[in-house]
């Protein structure tokens, strides 16, 4: 992967370079990582035209070998304890003699910022704006493989929990459960905390798992994604719970399925990023269901579980070929639960095949 | 607890005017939650001299009642979907004529400061450094009472698994399950990640669960705190795994068990901060332990797992009754291991028994 590693830090300097930058700092994590491939928190990467600097935080333990796991193959340094890695950068682009260093200005402190500014007082500081996101919106075929196999664990989680015994059991319990799952089949962690939401608090979008315990009749709501190799895809489904479920709720999860496959239907490049939460929003205010607290119906998935495109109905760019998104519409019903039906796809042209599936657990309305 | 928070308040405010500002944003979680009692991820606190105004993010569930669930007793507003919480309280703090706005250079990024100061245009900004940070340092009896039932659910958690059959479980495993019986003891969650690290893995400070599994003759060290109303302790064992520990892990166990008593003794109101590291380091250094990468034997805790004080080597300020704090020295020797013992304890006047205890697992090496 250190190919593509240096492939997407050659982009970013041509960015720079077309910017008037001649370096770049580069202080979110999970840009770091896109760009390096490791990221221990609170690491920094100085990227000038002519080299790459990994600037470690103290304390990282060395691995059995003695020596540093997080090295890969950058040069890199550590900064001492209590020392802030943006400021050993910043010392290091002023030894360098850059002369316009691009900073993210949307994740640096004004406190860390005037730190660095202190440090390299001859350094003139633009704003890199979200330029590291922008690259990161269109996946490589690598990073889709991960999504795929995050997708694959999400999927065999909860698999396996839908054969056991639900009924009785708490919230709270089955999201560890699920967490447990994911771990197991080889996730570096839950992407996101597991939500499991049971009769009232069923539908609702990251509901925060209660002790209230599972009873005969209700909606059941999982969303759960695995993170595997630092991608995380999204996926919610509801159940529900006995043999005979309510006129209601068949009505409700209809509804609901209808919604999301129309979101999914409008998923293809060249399209506005808001079609999908149109075409979804629609099915349902059809069916007299306005949000009172509207919330976009998807967005991006990649390295971090919520990323650029945001799919909201105000959405004003196109969706790309290769972007991984996710379109989950709900109803909630205070009082009586509700249905969210959530997937992650790749935008893909219809030449081939339309939007590729990564979250395959069936969507119909199983009765648990 | 709403008279408390407003006494906080009062005081911030206080703080405030003595500084020359008329009002505070305040962005921090945790330091919106000390002032106000409730913290949705994403919340701004507006201060003003006459008034508090919480904003909240959008897309909060309304509460089976309806009700918003994070209001408590606080005049509130609701920011719009995608609209950031503290452009919202900058228009209000410019409405209120507000002339001397001081907020959080530490939080806030580069970018949000620009947009407030863009939505507030005739109100100067200033910085409140770590005001609210400060004041959180000494904890009234009400928050001690919180550290101390964190610590003694982290006690059951660890007891329970202290209790079964350990050889041939991974750490994953067992962090796991830490964290679950947490959860069943009345945690809303594990402070911070469990770590479990055995055989070479041992004595690592923020080890990273692997798939290892507990081997007999192992060192295994467990890292755990539990998170209750917010508030979280520290607490550190190493246990040896098999009947008949070595000579050399009996040893090193003994010396670590000295430097941590060391520290823990030199805990009290008006001593230097860097006492108790001093003390703890002394001891190791004697016995000829020089960490490669050497990292603070303690820290504050209580919102948040690492607050202020900090208390390594180098820290210039003075211990204060009603601080609690952690003192947990280690050392790991690279490829066999090591030992970590960490405790969580408020100080205290020697007239009042001197430090009190939090973390009361023994801290003896048991052979499991």
């Known amino acids: 992967m250190s190919d593509a590693h240096a ?49 470690l935080p103290a304390g990282l ?18 900064a001492e304890p209590e020392q802030d890695t943006a400021e050993v950068a910043a010392e290091s682009a002023a030894g360098l003699r850059v002369s316009d260093l691009a900073v993210e200005e949307h994740d640096l402190t004004v406190s860390r910022l ?23 919106v269109v996946k490589d075929e690598q990073e889709i493989a991960d999504l795929r196999i995050a997708a694959e664990i999400g999927d065999q989680a909860l698999g396996e929990l839908l054969e056991s015994i639900l009924v ?29 939401g049971t009769g009232g608090h069923s539908g609702r979008s990251a509901h925060q798992p209660t002790d209230r315990r599972v009873e005969e ?50 998923l ?18 059809a069916a007299g269901h306005v949000e009172q607290w509207p ?3 998807g967005h991006g998935v990649g390295l971090e579980v919520r990323e650029a495109p945001q799919l909201g109905p105000d959405e004003m760019g196109k969706l790309d070929n290769r972007v991984p998104v996710t379109v989950g519409p709900g109803v909630h019903l205070p009082g009586r639960g509700g249905v969210r039906i959530e997937d992650t796809l790749v935008v893909r042209p219809s030449e081939a095949g339309g939007p590729e599936l990564l979250t395959i657990t069936t969507k119909e309305l199983l009765a648990l």
């Open 7 to 55: 492939a997407r830090r050659e982009r970013l300097s041509e960015y720079c370079s077309a910017g008037g930058a001649d370096a770049a700092l580069i202080t979110k994590p999970a840009n770091v990582r896109y760009l390096t491939g490791c990221a221990p928190c609170g690491a920094t990467l100085l990227l000038t035209r002519e080299r790459a600097l990994l600037v």
């Open 61 to 78: 333990p060395p691995d059995d070998t003695g020596e540093h796991p997080y090295a890969v193959d950058l040069p890199h340094l550590t």
């Open 114 to 136: 005037r730190a660095v500014a202190a440090l390299a007082p001859a350094v003139r500081l633009t704003d890199l704006n979200r330029a590291v996101e922008h690259l990161r």
């Open 168 to 196: 009785g059991r708490t919230e709270r319990h089955l999201a560890m459960e699920l967490e447990r799952r994911m771990i197991d089949h080889g996730a570096d962690r839950a992407g996101y905390p597991v939500s499991v």
């Open 217 to 266: 009749g209700d909606f059941l709501t999982v969303s759960l994604g695995a993170q595997y190799r630092g991608y995380t895809v999204c996926s919610t489904r509801t159940f529900v719970i006995g043999a005979a479920p309510a006129a209601w709720q068949v009505e409700l999860h209809r509804l609901v399925f209808e919604a999301q496959r129309a979101g999914r239907e409008a």
């Open 268 to 285: 293809l490049p060249g399209v506005p990023g808001s079609a999908p939460d149109r075409a979804a929003r629609e099915v349902l205010r």
């Open 295 to 297: 919330q976009p119906f």
